[in-house]
T-cell receptor
Framework: DADVTQTPRNRITKTGKRIMLECSQTKGHDRMYWYRQDPGLGLQLIYY???????NKGEISDGYSVSRQAQAKFSLSLESAIPNQTALYFC??????????????FGEGSRLTVL | TQLLEQSPQFLSIQEGENLTVYCNSS?????LQWYRQEPGEGPVLLVTVVTGGEVKKLKRLTFQFGDARKDSSLHITAAQPGDTGLYLCAGGRVSGGGADGLTFGKGTHLIIQP
């Protein structure tokens, strides 16, 4: 089984619908992240959380919200989906490291299409 | 805003050839990571370099961090079809922080043809 599991893997929805992408991890890491990947744009950070009580906006948080339900669970919501939110979404975890950014462990991705 | 430029964006070569992928910036980074992403999967870390001038080898892959910690390169010797994938570099913020401080390049799509 994967250490970082995302559901659903694929989702097609319509403009205006509410969508939730879920992420769970068995790595025991405190830090969790949501990224968006678009062709030609690389990975962009949406939100991140260093523990259950800590939520932080990333570089492209508008139109998204998150919930850290437990150390192992971090969900991403699109309250009212729009077509330009069509993308591949990744959840990732990391451990604390001293001195430099630690390794990110990614899930397999959730492909979202908004019609 | 720290930017990382990767080149080339796309590269298709024959099995057995050598290649180099570049990751350049005008900003200084505390560390530089390289990830490989295969279709339908998330990126997987290949290496982290943290010292200017550092060279790390992973079998046929050689990674170098520039002396000024502004750039990095990935060299593959005798490329194989299994090397096919999207290669991403990511720079760590000098001011500290965890993975939230990583800036990702846009990636290099590499195809190794048998």
């Amino acid at each position: 089984d994967a250490d970082v599991t995302q559901t659903p893997r694929n989702r097609i929805t319509k403009t205006g619908k509410r969508i939730m992408l879920e992420c769970s991890q068995t790595k025991g890491h405190d830090r969790m992240y949501w990224y968006r990947q678009d062709p030609g744009l690389g990975l962009q950070l949406i939100y991140y959380s260093f523990d259950v009580k800590d939520i932080n906006k990333g570089e492209i948080s508008d139109g998204y919200s998150v919930s850290r339900q437990a150390q192992a669970k971090f969900s991403l919501s699109l309250e009212s989906a729009i077509p330009n939110q069509t993308a591949l979404y990744f959840c990732a975890t990391s451990d604390w490291t001293s001195g430099h950014a630690g390794e990110l462990f990614f899930g397999e991705g959730s492909r979202l299409t908004v019609l | 805003t720290q930017l990382l430029e990767q080149s080339p964006q796309f590269l298709s070569i024959q099995e057995g050839e050598n290649l180099t992928v570049y990751c350049n910036s005008s900003s200084v980074f505390s560390s530089l990571q390289w990830y490989r992403q295969e279709p339908g999967e998330g990126p997987v870390l290949l290496v982290t370099v943290v010292t200017g001038g550092e060279v790390k080898k992973l079998k046929r892959l050689t990674f170098q961090f520039g002396d000024a910690r502004k750039d990095s390169s990935l060299h593959i010797t005798a490329a194989q079809p299994g090397d096919t994938g999207l290669y991403l570099c990511a720079g760590g913020r000098v001011s500290g922080g965890g993975a939230d401080g990583l800036t990702f390049g846009k990636g290099t799509h590499l195809i190794i043809q048998p």
